[in-house]
C-alpha cells in the first residue's frame, strides 16, 4: 500500500483555512469592541479596520490613541458602554466566544 500526501495542497488549505478564520474572527473582535468603544457620531467605531495584516485591527482615526489610552471621560450619551481600552474590556468579557469561533470556524474552513 502506498500512501500519496502531497504536501503543497495541505500546506495551502491549512494557510486557507486560517485565512477566513483569522478574518470572521477579527471581524467579530471589532463588533465585539465597538460595544465598548466611545460613539460622539460614529467616527471612532467606524474607523476599525483588519489592519495590514490579518490579526491586527485598528481604530484608523487620528483620535483613537488618545480615546484609548488618555481620556477616561467618556460620554456615555449615545453608549452606555463606553470606556477606555475598549478592546480589553471586551476581551475580558468575549475571548471564550472568540476561541470558540476561531476553532468552529477553522474546523468548518477544514472540511
Known amino acids: 500500500m502506498t500512501l500519496e500526501f502531497d504536501e ?12 477566513k478564520t ?28 483588519i489592519g495590514q495584516q490579518l490579526g491586527v485591527v485598528v481604530w484608523d482615526i487620528e483620535y483613537a490613541k488618545r480615546q484609548y ?9 449615545l453608549n452606555p458602554r463606553a470606556s477606555m ?3 480589553e474590556v471586551a476581551k475580558a468579557e468575549y475571548k471564550k466566544e472568540w476561541l470558540k469561533l476561531a476553532k468552529s470556524e477553522y474546523k468548518e474552513a477544514m472540511k
Open 69 to 77: 489610552y488618555e481620556d477616561n471621560n467618556k460620554s456615555k450619551d
Open 85 to 87: 481600552k475598549w478592546f
Open 8 to 19: 503543497g495542497a495541505i500546506s495551502t488549505k491549512i494557510n486557507k483555512a486560517m485565512d
Open 22 to 49: 483569522q478574518f470572521i474572527l477579527d471581524q467579530q473582535v471589532i463588533k465585539d469592541s465597538n460595544l465598548y468603544c466611545p460613539e460622539d457620531r460614529g467616527g471612532l467605531q467606524d474607523s476599525a479596520i
